[in-house]
């Protein structure tokens, strides 16, 4: 059976749908990376406008007349903690001594401390300093009208990071994926140089980010918890290295490995030496019920 000759190219969907794009332009690709990065950055700004920035809005209405950094240290009004506005995903906590009297809910909790900024989660907890030599108002007089004028920046800031995040690790991971596809692709017999195997990774990426845009969304939605998020970040990976180890096998064959075309791969040449007649024997008749030569009239 001859493979075929075209490929599809519009999908990343299955093994073959890869491997179109060995053939495929670059802006093809480029356009189908634009589209998967674009619906992710859109659910990342459904996650922040959904389900943090209203918390941090309304810790910035619950906030007093009176607080600031100074020294890289916090000066609040009030000595014992509080919580200042929170949800299942997100939770802002004033606590100077850092008690941990507040308990808490939400699967990111940011605690203002006296002299850090901790962030806690499910994976344990991480903190920064309040930065030194710089003055900041944590009020509400000031923060207030500062962040109503900056939300629709940060909104876009936060899908141009997406952006530029994804497209900045597909072309790393592309680069680290093709050294195993094209190894594959020889040991199969395949044809793909370089900048094809460059091109297929890139490509085999595509169909994992959509899986974590999905998941993204279903968390969003609070139908997914944080432990199925890292679940689907975990296996967003396995997606990528299953297309990966899978699509060498789709490329053509190369062109002196495939059997000529109507050619016949039963029939078989007699060896040499094995009952093969000799050149000087002569031939023998092919009738061989053939009636000897009549004898001659001089004999009659």
Known sequence: MSEPTKLPVWQPLTFRGVAGFARARWTRLLLLQSIVAVFVAAIVVVLLSKCWFPVVTQAVQALSDFGSVRGARLAWPNAEAVVLAENRFLGLVVDLEESGSTGQIADLQVEFTRERIKFVSLLGYASCPYPSGVGIEINRHTLDPWWNA?????LFGGAFATVLFLFASWFALAALYAVPMRLLAWLAGRAASPG??????????????AW?????LLYALGQLSLVGIGAAFGLHFLVGWVYVLGVPFCLPRKEG????????PFNSVPAAGLDAPSASAPAESSNPFQNPQPPSADNG
């Open 212 to 216: 974590m845009g999905g998941a993204l």
């Open 196 to 209: 094809k195997c460059w091109r297929m990774s890139a490509a085999a990426l595509l169909p994992g980010a």
């Open 150 to 154: 900056w939300r629709p920046a940060f």
């Open 257 to 264: 490995d495939a059997p000529a075309a109507g050619a016949n």
